[in-house]
């Protein structure tokens, strides 16, 4: 499978830019997500690649093989590519047998090996035997399934889908990611996967692209976005986190040794560019807090006091007051742990302390 | 796999083209025939004056109808709400009886022709021999004229009252029972609820609803000359016509006129929006809503009769009168075994020379223009819904303009469009009175088709393209099977109005191009009521048979299986 790549794309609605000289590549075979908020660009960005649209600016290439530029394109049909849609898009006029058949009728496929091609694709996504049923009558659930047999039995290169488990509940949408990630594992499909759900990414990407208004923050495997983010709003997009305004002192590799306003000095991984005396902010997540004996004064240890303990079930949350500082750092510890009322002294892993610049957010 | 085809060239001018054309096509539509009226005002191009506008005040004939015009829709606008509310609220939030048969007779009134009603209230009220009337007086009772201006308020009140009425019902049905129950617990009475909870969400609606039905007075012009010429009196739209054979002809001061009345419609119009614009505010989720329920008590009985007998006076009595009318020897008479005939059939089918050809005039224009309208309301719908382009939404507000001009107004633009070159060769023409009815009707099939088309997510025909199916393909087998029942029921609503326009129809037809509304109008004007009541009767018939087929047509199109998701 090649790599589809973007080199400088741009796209905007009536001179508002929402797509702003993009580079991007997404590496062929594997499951891709690109995560980003409301109105990043998510859904333009996986349109130009289908060839609904066309770039303003840039090119955007399958392998060697130019997909669109501004002046040409390459229309969907030819592009080889599925989709799934967030409302899936089932034609309700067609039952389940014709709205998965379509696609082999266009590219026409011999008669006699249509019945065994959609009886195949709808194997895969578990709807064997509901050839016959009215699309509209399917649940929520199976319609998605119809979607992507429709999507995949014409044996496409990429497949795109954009916030496909959107609309299902959690239970099944939980099901459905395991079932994606197999799926993908099995065909060797170039899946490109759209999505505002950081845990949809996470569990189920090889790489995740993290979008916002317009351009890719960061590019990496999960691992690689959660321990070395680049900026406050990977790190923010990733989950909850504790914030502490301060100023570089001191560097030592990628180690940056900051004091943060409360006064105290603290240790952590710093993100590219940061340099003495910059502005930086530092992030710290709640589960990364432990407990300790080391006196305060040392880096990375604050002391404070327990205001009031959270049972959350899997976890305990606790609100911890450290004085000089307006808001709670907000501790999670496992059950077992023995947290109580009172005075407290916590630390973090300088591995999992991030600094990153301030200018940021 | 990577494509094998090389990359098609875009052609950015050509994929420009079809939305402009669409633009200068609607703007010539809508724009010259307006343009005329206003150069016509102005007595240009020939000189430029503003003689017209002077000369109106001090102009009693021209004056006069204008004044009668505004008191018409006036009294009609406040007839309406004194219909429409109470029989609103009767069928939507009681527990009376014969809910469904009122509500469906207050909408059937909307179905009659509105000089078909006119004409049938004659033979009901006519001074002399209105059955009605006839019937008071042998009972020792007073006699009602209806050749005047309470006779055409009471005719046009109970033609249009159908629109507030469904505007205050729906707006009714959407209110949630907890708003009510909310004030309730507040220890509110039922009069302070009704003051300070109900009017108010209604409030909207019924402005709406009165405004409505006020431009409609005005504007159209089939009660107002059947009922109002005979009585002696004018209004602006019966006053235009009636100058068109008059000598010297009057272009300047008639074209004032017109745009006095497209003033009033405008206005109007407007106002409306507003009105009904500030019901945003009302629940408008559909789902979820419980709606609220009065219990009438011992008025349960009182209402009810009130309500059964209002639907009779509005669809029985009419329809009842000219099927008799219809079938008798002697319309003055009711049908009875000893005076049955056909006689009237086939004096008006056979015996009359301009029946024949004014109905397949009339159907001819109607079909066509249905198809005109709907082709264009397809194009409209496409750019509005499918593409990206800049002014991809002028095309809907161009096809919303004719709106405001009313039917007689115009025909009379058309006709002073015709009179001068390029387009003499269409005066006279059906092609001309097919340009009428395309224009006048566009707004009925673009709002259709609108509503049709946003319900059709665009991404069912991007789904078709990612599989394999080329524009056309994709068009062909996912777009048009799924908006066809919408073109459908856009060319019947299209073709119902169209089979039986007057008011502006009356303006530019010509030996030859009579429609089937010229026709009977003109056997109305000859006394031969026998047949009239029969060619109404087989208009009504066959415009109920089209109405139940539209409806068919789009309740399957919006029962639950058959939408998108
Ligand atoms: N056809 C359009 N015309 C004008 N603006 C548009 C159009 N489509 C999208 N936009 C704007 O472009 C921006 C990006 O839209 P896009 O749909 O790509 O966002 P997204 O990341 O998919 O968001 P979401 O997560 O809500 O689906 C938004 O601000 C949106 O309002
Ligand atoms: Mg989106």
């Known amino acids: ?361 | 796999m990577t494509p094998l085809v090389a990359p098609r060239r875009r052609t950015t001018a050509g994929s420009k083209l079809p939305l402009w054309g669409l633009i200068a096509g609607l703007s010539l539509l809508v724009g010259y025939p307006s343009l005329w009226l206003l150069l016509t005002a102005f007595e240009l191009p020939e000189q430029f004056s503003v003689r017209a506008f002077t000369d109106f005040v001090g102009d009693d004939s021209l004056v006069r109808p204008t004044l009668n015009t505004v008191v018409l829709g006036v009294l009609t606008a406040i007839g309406t709400v004194l219909v429409g509310v109470p029989l609103a609220w009767y069928t939507a939030v009681t527990d009376g009886p014969f809910r469904r048969f009122v509500h469906l007779a207050v909408l059937a009134t909307y179905i009659t022709p509105p000089y078909l009603t006119a004409i049938a209230f004659t033979l009901l009220l006519s001074p002399e021999a209105g059955i009605l009337n006839v019937l008071s007086r042998r009972m020792g009772g007073p006699s009602f004229d209806v050749y005047s201006m309470a006779g055409l308020v009471l005719v046009v009140t109970l033609h249009v009252c159908s629109f507030c009425y469904l505007l205050v019902h729906d707006a009714l049905k959407r209110i949630d029972a907890p708003l009510i129950e909310a004030a309730r617990t507040l220890q509110a009475g039922p009069w302070q609820v009704l003051r300070r909870i109900l009017l108010p969400l209604v409030a909207p609606a019924v402005t709406g609803g009165a405004l409505l039905a006020g431009i409609l007075a005005m504007t159209e012009f089939g009660p107002q000359a059947v009922l109002g010429t005979p009585g002696g009196l004018t209004f602006l739209p019966t006053r235009i016509v009636s100058s068109l054979g008059g000598y010297p002809p009057r272009w300047a001061d008639m074209a004032v006129l017109a745009l006095i009345l497209v003033v009033f419609a405008a206005v109007g119009l407007v106002a409306q929006r507003r009105a009904l614009g500030k019901q945003s505010f009302i629940t408008v989720t559909g789902r979820g809503v419980r709606p609220i329920r009065f219990s009438l008590g011992r008025a349960r009985w009182p209402a009810a009769i009130a309500a059964v007998g209002f639907a009779t006076v509005a669809t029985v009595l009419p329809f009842g009168v000219l099927v008799s009318g219809a079938f008798a020897r002697d319309w003055t008479t009711l049908v009875s075994p000893g005076n049955f005939t056909l006689e009237n059939f086939r004096a008006a089918f056979v015996e009359d020379e301009v029946t024949g050809s004014a109905v397949l005039n009339s159907a001819g224009l109607a079909a066509a223009a249905a198809t005109i309208c709907v082709v264009i309301a397809l194009a409209v719908a496409y750019f509005g819904h499918r593409t990206t382009q800049r002014f991809r939404d002028l095309p809907d507000y161009l096809a919303a303009v004719p709106l405001g001009l009313p039917a007689t107004v115009l025909a009379f633009g058309l006709l002073l469009a015709v009179t001068n070159p390029p387009f003499q060769f269409l005066y006279g023409t059906l092609g001309l009175l097919l340009v009428l009815y395309v224009v006048r009707f566009l707004p009925l099939a673009t709002r259709t088709m609108n509503s049709g088309a946003s319900q059709l997510s665009g991404e069912l025909e991007l789904a078709a393209r990612i599989t394999g199916a080329s524009w056309w393909q994709a068009t062909r087998r996912i777009s048009l099977p799924l908006i066809w029942p919408t073109v459908v029921a856009a060319w019947l609503l299209v073709l119902m109005p169209a089979s039986n326009e007057l008011g502006g129809t009356v303006v530019l037809y010509a030996s030859g191009t009579e429609t089937i509304s010229i026709a009977i109008i003109r056997l109305n004007d000859l006394g031969q009521f026998g047949p009239v009541a029969a060619l109404a009767v087989a208009v009504i018939s066959a415009l109920l048979l089209i109405s139940g087929l539209a409806q068919w047509i789009t309740t399957r199109r919006a029962s639950p299986d058959r939408r998108t998701r």
């Open chain 1, 1 to 361: 499978m090649s790599d589809v790549t973007f080199e400088a794309v741009s796209k905007g609605y009536g001179g508002n830019l929402v797509v702003k000289d993009l580079d991007f590549t997404i590496p062929g075979g594997q499951f891709t997500s690109i995560l980003g908020p409301s109105g990043c660009g998510k859904t333009t960005l996986l349109r130009m690649l289908a060839g609904f649209m066309t770039p303003d600016t840039g090119e955007i290439r399958n392998g060697t093989a130019v997909l669109s530029t501004p002046g040409t394109m390459v229309p969907p049909e030819k592009r080889g590519m599925g989709m799934v849609f967030q409302q899936y898009a089932i034609w309700p006029h067609m039952n389940v047998f014709e709205n998965v058949s379509f696609g082999l009728e266009m590219a026409q496929v011999p008669r006699h090996e249509i019945g065994s091609r959609v009886a195949e694709a709808l194997e895969t996504v578990g709807l064997g035997g509901y050839e016959s049923r009215g699309s509209a009558d399917l649940s929520g659930g199976q319609q998605q399934r119809l979607a992507l047999a429709r999507a995949l039995v014409t044996r496409p290169s990429v497949l795109l889908l954009d916030e496909p488990l959107s609309n299902l509940d959690a239970r099944l949408r939980e099901r459905m990611r395991f079932e994606l990630r197999e799926l993908q594992q099995r065909t060797g499909i170039t899946f490109v996967y759209v999505t505002h759900d950081q845990v949809e990414a996470m569990s189920m990407s090889d790489t995740i692209a993290i979008m916002r208004s317009g351009v890719i923050e960061q590019h990496g495997a999960p691992e690689e976005l959660y321990n070395r983010p680049v900026s406050a709003f990977v790190i923010d997009f990733l989950g909850l986190n504790n914030w502490f305004d301060g100023t570089v002192v001191g560097m030592d590799g990628d180690r940056a040794r900051v004091k943060v306003t409360s006064g105290a000095t603290v240790t952590g991984t710093a993100a590219p560019g940061i340099a003495v005396d910059a502005n930086v902010r530092v992030a710290v997540r709640p589960e990364d807090f432990v407990p300790t004996d080391r006196p305060a004064g040392q880096d990375n240890v604050l002391a404070g006091e327990v205001t009031q303990s959270l049972f959350m079930g899997s976890y305990l949350h606790h609100s911890v007051k450290v004085p000089g500082r307006e808001d709670n750092v907000v501790v999670q510890t496992g059950r077992g742990a023995r947290v109580q009322q009172g005075p407290i002294n916590i630390w973090a892993d300088p591995h999992l302390t991030h600094v990153v610049p301030a200018s940021d957010l």
